[in-house]
């Protein structure tokens, strides 16, 4: 993955050093996972938070193998 280095304002980035450290991230990934919402935000408009953050889990749970079928009898 390639990276690249960008000016943010400095009030993000401590309220990002916090929550990294509340969800066990770091200040970059933390700021990774806002941008990724964000953009899911702004692509489905429709959909609330909630969901979007639900479906994120749900990526990480299926990336983790930890899914199990549902029966819908």
């Known amino acids: ?5 960008v000016r943010l ?3 993000l980035v401590e ?17 990774e996972h806002w941008a990724k919402i964000g953009e899911m935000m702004e692509d489905n408009p429709e959909l609330p ?6 479906a994120i889990i ?13 029966d819908f009898d």
């Open 49 to 54: 938070y909630e969901f979007v953050k639900q």
């Open 58 to 70: 749900a990526k990480a749970e299926r990336e983790a193998g930890k899914l199990e079928a549902y």
């Open 15 to 31: 309220k990002a050093t916090i929550m990294a450290k509340a969800f066990n991230r770091t200040p970059p990934k933390q700021i």
């Open 9 to 11: 304002d400095q009030d």
């Open 1 to 5: 993955m390639a990276t690249s280095s």
